[in-house]
């Protein structure tokens, strides 16, 4: 059977808002400069750590640092869901794809936060659910992906990785996966044409449908 491995945030859930009211309240509370919706979009991609890294920059000392991030983290924890959503298609796109391949989703996030986040929104629906560990890399080291392998007996060259950042593009590449990209969650069309300028983003959850239904029947 082949195998989906979708990102999370970007690709098949919008979690932008939550995200982003974390970070500036975790800001805030250090009298820190809050960071605009657009600013946050940007540092998305590499882990919440990173992200809080982008966000403080340079103003703040490693230790500080640290602390703003456990606020951060804390806090989201308990605002995760509040604007969280599903990108409008993409249930209908899994529902059509399930039983014809194994569905599995890849995240950055804590694996207990991704969990809860999946089986919140869609229950029933992915086959294996994977998220980080504080102790083990994130992506785009290949260690989460090729633990998903091998756990469930994964044929690469059946594969077939989603995402919506020139990140998942690397993460993807380091696993010796292919892979395709959207225009429609993190990253603008114009953003990508910079980062992965031989690639050719889908536009549309649609775009995506189409080019998905065919490659599971191939």
């Not at 805030?28 to 919440?48: D, M, P, Q, W, Y």
């Not at 640290?66 to 959503?85: A, M, Q, R, W």
């Not at 090729?146 to 594969?159: G, Q, S, T, Y």
């Amino acid at each position: 059977m082949k195998t989906i491995i979708f990102d999370l945030d970007g690709t098949i859930l919008d979690t932008l808002q939550d995200l982003t009211n974390a970070v500036n309240h975790a800001l805030i509370s250090f009298n820190l400069e809050e960071r605009c919706i657009e600013f946050v979009r940007k540092a998305i991609g590499n882990g919440t750590q990173v992200l809080i890294n982008r966000c403080t920059g340079n103003s703040i000392t490693k230790e500080k640092e640290k602390e703003v991030f456990y606020l951060f983290k804390s806090y989201y924890l308990e605002h995760y869901d509040i604007y969280t959503k599903p990108y409008e298609g993409i249930k209908e796109l899994l529902t059509s794809l399930k039983g014809k391949c194994l569905l599995v989703v890849v995240s950055n996030k804590d694996n207990d936060l991704t969990q809860k986040l999946i089986n919140k929104e869609f229950p029933g629906i992915f086959d294996v659910i994977q998220g980080s560990y504080m102790d083990h890399p994130k992506k785009p080291d290949p260690y989460l992906i090729n633990k998903i392998v091998k756990e469930n007996d994964i044929n690469k060259e059946e594969c077939l990785y989603i995402g919506d950042t020139d990140i998942d593009k690397e993460s993807a590449s380091n696993a010796e996966l292919d892979y395709r990209l959207v225009a429609y969650g993190f990253r603008t069309l114009d953003e990508l044409k910079k980062t992965c300028p031989n690639d050719m983003p889908f536009s549309s959850i649609r775009e995506l449908t189409d080019y998905l239904l065919k490659w599971v029947n191939l």
